[in-house]
């Protein structure tokens, strides 16, 4: 079975940094295009950031760009999502997820539905 267990959210003050991790299992991770979504109280979920399988394509959301770095380590299957400069808006639960095709490349907006459990992220002063 596919599982997807992120990790390193938290409580950070408005301008700080995380870096979350996703570990996954259950699938050949180096040859999937993965991403990124999130899910404030209250909205559905949105799409942050997405990289290809060798990690050579990446895109971000308007949101995000500039301040988030999405990469990946297919040595050790996991995804990870570096997130600088943090906005009170950020705050939100995130998810990793896996493309549902193994010869999809970065397709923006794009919201699997096949994802792990998520991490909070809490962006306040």
């Known amino acids: 079975d596919v599982q997807l267990q992120a990790s390193g959210g938290g409580l950070v003050q408005p301008g700080g940094s995380l870096r979350l991790s996703c570990a996954a299992s259950g699938f050949t991770f180096s040859k999937y295009t993965m991403t990124w979504l999130r899910q404030a109280p209250g909205q559905g979920p949105g799409w942050v950031s997405a990289?290809?399988?060798?990690?050579?394509?990446?895109d971000y959301a308007d949101s995000v760009k500039g301040r988030f770095t999405i990469s990946r380590d297919n040595a050790k299957n996991t995804l990870f999502l570096q997130m600088n400069s943090l906005k009170p808006e950020d705050t939100a639960v995130y998810y990793c997820a896996k493309y549902p095709r193994d010869d999809l490349g970065v397709i923006p907006g794009l919201l699997p539905h096949t994802r792990g459990q998520g991490t909070q992220v809490t962006v306040s002063s």
């Open positions: 990289i290809n399988s060798v990690g050579f394509s990446t």
